[in-house]
Protein backbone atom coordinates (compact mmCIF):
# COMPACT_ATOMS: atom_id res chain seq x y z
CA UNK A 1 0.00 0.00 0.00
CA UNK A 2 1.35 3.41 -0.90
CA UNK A 3 0.93 6.33 1.33
CA UNK A 4 3.31 7.97 2.82
CA UNK A 5 3.18 11.66 2.29
CA UNK A 6 -0.10 11.86 1.67
CA UNK A 7 -1.91 14.08 3.90
CA UNK A 8 -2.61 13.57 7.70
CA UNK A 9 -5.62 13.93 9.76
CA UNK A 10 -6.02 15.95 12.99
CA UNK A 11 -8.78 14.69 13.76
CA UNK A 12 -6.83 12.05 15.59
CA UNK A 13 -6.57 12.30 19.73
CA UNK A 14 -3.35 10.53 21.90
CA UNK A 15 -4.61 8.94 25.12
CA UNK A 16 -1.57 6.45 25.18
CA UNK A 17 0.19 8.86 28.12
CA UNK A 18 -3.14 8.84 30.18
CA UNK A 19 -2.11 5.18 31.53
CA UNK A 20 -5.02 2.67 32.21
CA UNK A 21 -2.30 -0.14 30.71
CA UNK A 22 -3.50 -3.39 31.01
CA UNK A 23 -4.32 -5.44 34.32
CA UNK A 24 -7.11 -4.28 36.90
CA UNK A 25 -10.40 -4.19 35.77
CA UNK A 26 -11.61 -6.53 33.19
CA UNK A 27 -15.09 -7.65 32.98
CA UNK A 28 -14.89 -9.55 35.99
CA UNK A 29 -15.85 -12.39 37.55
CA UNK A 30 -16.18 -15.63 36.33
CA UNK A 31 -13.44 -17.98 35.03
CA UNK A 32 -10.03 -17.02 33.33
CA UNK A 33 -9.52 -17.57 29.94
CA UNK A 34 -6.01 -18.19 27.66
CA UNK A 35 -3.98 -15.23 25.55
CA UNK A 36 -5.33 -17.44 22.36
CA UNK A 37 -8.60 -16.91 22.78
CA UNK A 38 -8.39 -13.00 23.98
CA UNK A 39 -6.51 -12.84 20.52
CA UNK A 40 -9.17 -14.13 18.61
CA UNK A 41 -12.12 -12.31 20.45
CA UNK A 42 -9.62 -9.15 19.82
CA UNK A 43 -8.97 -9.84 15.72
CA UNK A 44 -13.13 -10.87 16.18
CA UNK A 45 -14.52 -7.38 17.86
CA UNK A 46 -11.99 -5.62 15.26
CA UNK A 47 -13.85 -6.78 11.68
CA UNK A 48 -17.44 -7.26 14.05
CA UNK A 49 -17.46 -4.20 15.77
CA UNK A 50 -19.32 -5.69 18.85
CA UNK A 51 -18.63 -5.79 22.66
CA UNK A 52 -15.53 -7.82 23.37
CA UNK A 53 -17.14 -9.00 26.05
CA UNK A 54 -20.11 -10.42 23.50
CA UNK A 55 -17.30 -12.12 21.55
CA UNK A 56 -15.31 -13.63 24.90
CA UNK A 57 -18.62 -15.27 25.58
CA UNK A 58 -19.25 -16.50 22.77
CA UNK A 59 -15.59 -18.23 22.03
CA UNK A 60 -15.45 -19.48 25.77
CA UNK A 61 -19.33 -20.55 26.30
CA UNK A 62 -19.35 -18.03 29.63
CA UNK A 63 -18.27 -15.30 31.35
CA UNK A 64 -14.91 -13.99 31.61
CA UNK A 65 -12.67 -12.58 33.17
CA UNK A 66 -8.69 -10.52 31.55
CA UNK A 67 -5.41 -12.24 32.80
CA UNK A 68 -3.73 -9.37 34.34
CA UNK A 69 -0.10 -9.88 33.12
CA UNK A 70 -0.67 -10.73 29.64
CA UNK A 71 -2.09 -7.88 28.92
CA UNK A 72 0.40 -4.47 29.26
CA UNK A 73 1.10 -3.45 25.76
CA UNK A 74 4.65 -3.36 25.31
CA UNK A 75 6.37 -1.21 27.13
CA UNK A 76 10.18 -1.40 25.21
CA UNK A 77 8.53 -0.83 22.07
CA UNK A 78 11.44 1.07 20.27
CA UNK A 79 9.96 4.63 19.45
CA UNK A 80 10.45 4.64 15.64
CA UNK A 81 7.94 2.17 14.43
CA UNK A 82 5.14 3.16 16.91
CA UNK A 83 5.68 7.21 15.05
CA UNK A 84 5.30 5.22 11.66
CA UNK A 85 2.34 3.48 12.97
CA UNK A 86 0.58 6.87 13.91
CA UNK A 87 1.73 8.76 10.74
CA UNK A 88 -0.16 6.09 8.40
CA UNK A 89 -3.10 6.25 10.97
CA UNK A 90 -3.35 9.47 10.41
CA UNK A 91 -2.98 9.11 6.63
CA UNK A 92 -5.34 6.35 6.42
CA UNK A 93 -7.97 8.52 8.37
CA UNK A 94 -7.25 11.76 6.23
CA UNK A 95 -7.77 9.69 2.76
CA UNK A 96 -11.54 8.49 4.73
CA UNK A 97 -12.29 11.72 5.22
CA UNK A 98 -11.29 12.47 1.38
CA UNK A 99 -13.25 10.22 -0.43
CA UNK A 100 -16.28 10.66 2.16
CA UNK A 101 -16.61 14.22 2.15
CA UNK A 102 -16.74 13.73 -1.98
CA UNK A 103 -19.25 11.43 -1.81
CA UNK A 104 -21.68 12.88 0.88
CA UNK A 105 -20.87 16.15 -1.42
CA UNK A 106 -21.98 14.61 -4.23
CA UNK A 107 -25.33 13.59 -2.46
CA UNK A 108 -25.66 17.12 -1.25
CA UNK A 109 -25.11 16.17 1.85
CA UNK A 110 -21.90 17.11 4.62
CA UNK A 111 -19.38 14.44 6.16
CA UNK A 112 -18.98 15.57 9.97
CA UNK A 113 -15.51 12.99 10.34
CA UNK A 114 -15.03 11.05 13.10
CA UNK A 115 -12.50 11.46 15.75
CA UNK A 116 -9.64 8.54 16.08
CA UNK A 117 -8.55 7.62 19.32
CA UNK A 118 -5.42 6.63 20.07
CA UNK A 119 -5.10 4.28 23.53
CA UNK A 120 -3.56 2.30 25.05
CA UNK A 121 -5.40 -0.40 28.06
CA UNK A 122 -7.98 1.34 28.56
CA UNK A 123 -9.99 4.10 28.21
CA UNK A 124 -14.06 5.80 28.46
CA UNK A 125 -15.99 6.22 25.85
CA UNK A 126 -19.94 7.64 25.43
CA UNK A 127 -20.50 3.71 25.04
CA UNK A 128 -18.55 2.32 28.57
CA UNK A 129 -15.16 1.38 29.31
CA UNK A 130 -12.94 0.41 26.06
CA UNK A 131 -10.08 -1.78 26.85
CA UNK A 132 -7.88 -3.09 24.73
CA UNK A 133 -9.46 -6.41 24.50
CA UNK A 134 -12.33 -4.57 22.80
CA UNK A 135 -10.02 -4.74 19.43
CA UNK A 136 -10.78 -1.34 17.18
CA UNK A 137 -14.65 -0.25 17.88
CA UNK A 138 -17.01 2.37 16.96
CA UNK A 139 -19.15 4.44 19.81
CA UNK A 140 -21.92 5.58 17.79
CA UNK A 141 -22.38 7.97 21.17
CA UNK A 142 -19.74 10.13 21.05
CA UNK A 143 -19.12 9.08 16.98
CA UNK A 144 -15.09 7.86 17.87
CA UNK A 145 -13.54 5.29 16.40
CA UNK A 146 -11.25 3.62 19.34
CA UNK A 147 -7.75 1.97 18.84
CA UNK A 148 -5.20 0.15 20.58
CA UNK A 149 -2.37 0.02 18.41
CA UNK A 150 -1.12 -3.44 19.99
CA UNK A 151 -3.82 -4.62 17.91
CA UNK A 152 -2.19 -4.81 14.74
CA UNK A 153 0.80 -6.94 16.31
CA UNK A 154 -2.05 -9.43 17.49
CA UNK A 155 -3.48 -9.73 14.07
CA UNK A 156 -0.35 -10.78 12.40
CA UNK A 157 0.87 -13.10 15.36
CA UNK A 158 -2.51 -14.76 15.63
CA UNK A 159 -3.82 -14.59 12.30
CA UNK A 160 -0.35 -14.19 10.07
CA UNK A 161 -2.76 -11.35 8.97
CA UNK A 162 -0.16 -8.88 7.55
CA UNK A 163 0.43 -5.99 4.93
CA UNK A 164 -0.72 -2.21 5.12
CA UNK A 165 -3.63 -2.36 3.47
CA UNK A 166 -5.31 -5.34 5.84
CA UNK A 167 -4.25 -2.53 8.44
CA UNK A 168 -6.16 0.33 6.80
CA UNK A 169 -9.06 -1.87 6.06
CA UNK A 170 -9.35 -2.08 9.51
CA UNK A 171 -10.10 1.76 10.22
CA UNK A 172 -12.17 1.67 7.15
CA UNK A 173 -14.38 -0.48 8.45
CA UNK A 174 -14.91 1.34 11.49
CA UNK A 175 -15.42 4.69 9.38
CA UNK A 176 -17.77 2.47 7.74
CA UNK A 177 -19.84 2.57 10.98
CA UNK A 178 -19.47 6.04 11.26
CA UNK A 179 -21.02 6.13 7.44
CA UNK A 180 -23.86 3.93 8.90
CA UNK A 181 -24.36 5.91 11.81
CA UNK A 182 -24.78 9.31 9.70
CA UNK A 183 -27.00 7.65 7.80
CA UNK A 184 -29.61 6.46 10.45
CA UNK A 185 -29.29 2.73 9.66
CA UNK A 186 -27.12 2.66 12.54
CA UNK A 187 -30.49 4.03 14.87
CA UNK A 188 -32.66 1.85 12.08
CA UNK A 189 -31.18 -1.48 13.40
CA UNK A 190 -30.68 -0.66 16.93
CA UNK A 191 -34.64 -0.02 17.30
CA UNK A 192 -35.48 -3.11 15.14
CA UNK A 193 -33.56 -5.49 16.80
CA UNK A 194 -35.81 -4.33 20.13
CA UNK A 195 -38.33 -6.08 18.28
CA UNK A 196 -36.99 -9.04 17.37
CA UNK A 197 -36.10 -12.37 18.32
CA UNK A 198 -32.76 -13.21 19.49
CA UNK A 199 -31.75 -15.04 15.76
CA UNK A 200 -33.74 -12.09 13.83
CA UNK A 201 -31.76 -9.62 15.50
CA UNK A 202 -28.52 -11.23 15.12
CA UNK A 203 -29.37 -11.70 11.24
CA UNK A 204 -29.83 -7.89 11.11
CA UNK A 205 -26.26 -7.57 12.86
CA UNK A 206 -24.85 -9.63 10.07
CA UNK A 207 -26.15 -7.18 7.54
CA UNK A 208 -25.05 -4.33 9.53
CA UNK A 209 -21.42 -5.62 9.41
CA UNK A 210 -21.13 -6.82 6.07
CA UNK A 211 -22.36 -3.22 4.97
CA UNK A 212 -19.59 -1.77 6.90
CA UNK A 213 -17.03 -4.24 4.79
CA UNK A 214 -18.54 -3.21 1.64
CA UNK A 215 -18.75 0.69 2.46
CA UNK A 216 -14.94 -0.22 3.48
CA UNK A 217 -14.17 -1.96 -0.25
CA UNK A 218 -16.26 1.72 -1.51
CA UNK A 219 -13.40 3.66 0.64
CA UNK A 220 -10.82 1.50 -0.73
CA UNK A 221 -12.25 1.71 -4.76
CA UNK A 222 -12.14 6.04 -4.55
CA UNK A 223 -8.63 6.30 -2.64
CA UNK A 224 -7.07 4.30 -5.00
CA UNK A 225 -8.98 6.14 -8.08
CA UNK A 226 -7.60 9.45 -6.27
CA UNK A 227 -4.43 7.98 -4.89
CA UNK A 228 -3.21 4.74 -6.81
CA UNK A 229 -2.54 3.49 -2.61
CA UNK A 230 -3.27 -0.11 -4.23
CA UNK A 231 -0.29 -2.21 -4.49
CA UNK A 232 -0.16 -5.78 -5.85
CA UNK A 233 -1.62 -8.33 -3.67
CA UNK A 234 -2.95 -5.38 -0.89
CA UNK A 235 -6.55 -6.65 -2.29
CA UNK A 236 -5.86 -10.19 -1.85
CA UNK A 237 -4.30 -9.57 1.80
CA UNK A 238 -7.38 -7.97 3.02
CA UNK A 239 -9.87 -10.74 1.25
CA UNK A 240 -7.32 -13.34 3.08
CA UNK A 241 -7.93 -11.55 6.40
CA UNK A 242 -11.60 -11.54 6.20
CA UNK A 243 -11.39 -15.39 5.57
CA UNK A 244 -9.51 -15.92 8.09
CA UNK A 245 -11.89 -14.32 10.90
CA UNK A 246 -15.36 -15.27 9.40
CA UNK A 247 -17.44 -16.38 11.77
CA UNK A 248 -17.17 -20.05 10.54
CA UNK A 249 -13.42 -20.02 10.50
CA UNK A 250 -13.19 -18.83 13.91
CA UNK A 251 -15.87 -21.24 15.63
CA UNK A 252 -13.93 -23.93 13.46
CA UNK A 253 -11.17 -22.91 15.29
CA UNK A 254 -12.27 -22.93 18.76
CA UNK A 255 -14.77 -25.91 18.87
CA UNK A 256 -14.27 -27.80 15.80
CA UNK A 257 -17.47 -26.99 14.75
CA UNK A 258 -19.55 -25.03 13.22
CA UNK A 259 -22.79 -23.91 14.57
CA UNK A 260 -24.89 -21.39 11.67
CA UNK A 261 -27.88 -20.43 14.03
CA UNK A 262 -25.04 -18.41 16.60
CA UNK A 263 -23.22 -16.75 13.74
CA UNK A 264 -23.71 -12.92 13.91
CA UNK A 265 -20.98 -11.44 12.02
CA UNK A 266 -21.33 -13.26 8.87
CA UNK A 267 -19.26 -16.34 7.06
CA UNK A 268 -15.51 -16.03 5.77
CA UNK A 269 -17.48 -16.01 2.38
CA UNK A 270 -19.91 -13.46 2.84
CA UNK A 271 -17.37 -10.77 4.05
CA UNK A 272 -15.76 -11.81 1.19
CA UNK A 273 -18.53 -10.99 -1.11
CA UNK A 274 -19.24 -7.85 0.40
CA UNK A 275 -16.21 -6.32 0.65
CA UNK A 276 -15.15 -7.25 -3.16
CA UNK A 277 -18.65 -5.40 -3.94
CA UNK A 278 -17.47 -2.28 -2.71
CA UNK A 279 -14.15 -2.43 -3.67
CA UNK A 280 -15.18 -3.55 -7.57
CA UNK A 281 -17.94 -0.56 -7.84
CA UNK A 282 -16.83 1.92 -5.77
CA UNK A 283 -20.99 2.88 -5.25
CA UNK A 284 -22.51 2.98 -1.60
CA UNK A 285 -25.86 1.78 -3.25
CA UNK A 286 -23.84 -1.39 -4.26
CA UNK A 287 -23.69 -2.43 -0.47
CA UNK A 288 -27.55 -2.95 0.50
CA UNK A 289 -26.71 -5.38 2.41
CA UNK A 290 -30.48 -5.17 4.16
CA UNK A 291 -32.38 -5.43 0.82
CA UNK A 292 -30.67 -8.75 -0.66
CA UNK A 293 -32.64 -12.05 0.35
CA UNK A 294 -29.06 -13.79 0.32
CA UNK A 295 -25.86 -12.32 1.70
ZN1 LIG B 1 -17.83 -3.80 12.52
Not at 110 to 133: D, E, I, N, R
Not at 193 to 198: F, I, N
Not at 243 to 252: F, S, W, Y
Request: aromatic share 8%; glycine share 12%; proline share 4%.
Amino acid sequence: MKWEGNRESDNVEDRRSDGGGGGGGGFGGGRSIGLGTIAIALVASYFFGISPTTVLSLLSGGPVSQPQSQQAPNPNRSAQPEDRQTKFVRTVLADTEDVWTQIFRANGKTYPPPKLVLFSGATQTACGTGQTASGPFYCPGDRKVYIDLSFYQLMQQRFHVSGEFAQAYVIAHEVGHHVQNLMGIMDKVNSAERQMSKAQANAMSVRLELQADCLAGVWAFHANQARSILEQGDVEGALNAATAIGDDALQKQEQGYVVPDSFTHGTSAQRVHWFKQGVSSGEVKSCNTFEVKAL
